[in-house]
């Protein structure tokens, strides 16, 4: 069955670093575009989870949202199956909860707010 796995979450305080990773099994990972969503802590229920970053299936196109340009990153390795979010310079408003998505739209292109894959999320909380 499809699994997505995230680790590297905790607790950091501002100005800090965090490696987020997800490790995928069941299905074709070389495929599709994988990205990063976050919900904060007390998001209204049914508000969508916000986009963070995303990469290509083959690594050669990224997205960033504007309030991590600059210091996110999101890079996969495909032999491993993995993809992962470096995260510098935190700030207090990056604490949320972390999921990693896997989206198959436009041959694995791009990842859209309703991507195919939902890992269960990591918590990274960045203190004053």
């Known amino acids: 069955q499809v699994q997505l796995v995230e680790s590297g979450g905790g607790l950091v305080q501002a100005g800090g670093s965090l490696r987020l990773s997800c490790a995928a099994s069941g299905f074709t990972f070389s495929s599709y575009a994988m990205g990063w969503f976050r919900q904060a802590p007390g998001q209204a229920p049914g508000k969508e989870r916000e986009?963070?970053?995303?990469?290509?299936?083959?690594?050669?196109?990224?997205y960033y949202a504007d309030s991590v340009k600059g210091r996110f990153t999101i890079s996969r390795d495909n032999a491993k199956n993995t993809v992962y979010l470096q995260m510098n310079s935190l700030e207090t408003e990056d604490t949320a909860v972390y999921y990693c998505?896997?989206?198959?739209?436009?041959?694995?292109?791009?990842?859209?707010?309703?991507?195919?894959?939902w890992g269960q999320g990591t918590q990274v909380t960045v203190s004053s």
């Open positions: 986009f963070v970053a995303a990469v290509s299936w083959s690594g050669g196109s990224t």
């Open positions: 998505a896997a989206d198959k739209t436009d041959r694995g292109e791009v990842v859209t707010s309703r991507p195919d894959y």
